[in-house]
């Protein structure tokens, strides 16, 4: 199994650029969630999901969308780019009915610069 | 609400040294406590993890034990190695049900040198 993959590993945009960062999950998990790292703060939950077509917001939401139309993938949009998203992004996924609900598994992340 | 505070770092210890690295927690509920660990250039990875009062996590070396009267989960190592050179995350999650949101101390690198 890969387990948690995310693209690409490093992305650098300019103020108001939109992208999409890529997460997918081989292990059938139910659960998928997308946090950003930053110094001093530790990681902040952006958006999670509990199944395909359920998402819900987490503790920092604002410039972020995500949808998720299938079990393997959760990818996180950002609408128009802001210098305050520079930050590293992971994704996790957790719980398959044979496992538990508490440990999530994490991507290798995301290094996103905006400009 | 809920929060995790964490020693700050870096911690600089010599191989074989003994190691501490304090978390306490603030939480409503009876949350289960978590130890994460991030390599260079990788994502997160659990480390170990207790679920109620007087359980004690462990792996690799280390140990936890959730302490409710101090409201605490110390890490622990006897004996570092390079290898265990990492920023170290404490993390709590109170939910009974469904998603488990992780709420994380700030990190404690830990730099081992030989």
């Known amino acids: 199994n890969a387990g948690v993959t995310q693209t690409p590993k490093f992305q650098v945009l300019k103020t108001g650029q939109s992208m999409t960062l890529q997460c997918a999950q081989d292990?059938?998990?139910?659960?998928m969630s997308w946090y950003r790292q930053d110094p001093g703060m530790g990681l902040r939950l952006i958006h999670y999901?509990?199944?395909?077509?359920?998402?819900d917001q987490g503790e920092v939401p604002n410039g972020y969308n995500v949808s998720r139309s299938t079990t393997e993938d959760f990818p996180l949009r950002l609408l128009s780019a802001a210098p305050s998203q520079t930050s590293v992004y992971f994704c996790?996924?957790?719980?398959?009915?044979?496992?538990?609900?508490?440990?999530?598994?994490f991507g290798p992340g995301t290094r996103l610069l905006v400009l | 609400g809920d929060s995790v505070t964490q020693m700050e770092g870096p911690v600089t210890l010599s191989e074989e040294a003994f190691l501490t690295i304090n978390c306490t927690y603030t939480?409503?509920?009876?949350?289960?406590l978590f130890w994460y660990v991030q390599y260079p250039g990788e994502g997160l990875q659990l480390l170990l993890k207790a679920t109620k009062a007087d359980d004690k996590g462990s792996n690799k070396g280390f140990e936890a034990t959730y302490r409710k009267e101090t409201t605490s989960f110390h890490l622990e190592k006897g004996s570092v190695q390079v290898s265990d050179s990492a920023v170290y995350f404490c993390a709590l999650s109170d939910q009974d049900t469904g998603f488990q949101k992780l709420v994380f101390g700030t990190g404690t690198r830990l730099l081992v040198s030989p």
């Open positions: 999901s509990v199944g395909a077509g359920i998402t």
């Open positions: 996790a996924s957790s719980y398959s009915t044979s496992g538990d609900k508490e440990t999530q598994y």
């Open positions: 292990m059938n998990h139910e659960y």
């Open positions: 939480a409503t509920g009876y949350p289960s």
